[in-house]
Nanobody
């Protein structure tokens, strides 16, 4: 599965962005679809995930601000980010896991300024 992430950009603190991740194949049978982020100098961390098509999990640092969703019709994963903070500045990656196979998109940069 090839994944193409988009939607990153420069935004003022308190603003919103919507990230998209378009898959090259159907995502109906993907076990886990997720968004990760990597802040320079730190390890990649999970932001949000959709497990088995319906179970949604969020990292504590985004609860109440971000929302993950999955559109099987368009084979696209979304991340709606509201109430952005400067500490959300990172490279955001989407991933898809099917069995033991894990696929990654190329990342989209989100920069939040105060």
């Amino acid at each position: 599965v090839q994944l193409q992430a988009s939607g990153g950009g420069l935004v003022q603190a308190g603003g919103s962005l919507r990230l998209s991740c378009a898959a090259s194949q159907s995502i109906r049978t993907v076990d886990i679809m997720a968004w990760y982020r990597q802040i320079p100098g730190k390890q990649r961390e999970l932001v949000a995930e959709v497990v088995s098509g319906s179970i949604v999990n969020y990292a504590d640092f985004v609860k109440g601000r971000f929302a993950i969703s999955k559109d099987n019709t368009y084979d696209t994963l979304y991340l709606q980010m509201n109430g952005l903070k400067p500490e959300d500045t990172a490279l955001y990656y989407c991933s898809a896991q099917r069995g033991r196979l894990n696929f990654w998109g190329q990342g989209t940069l989100v920069t939040v300024f105060s």
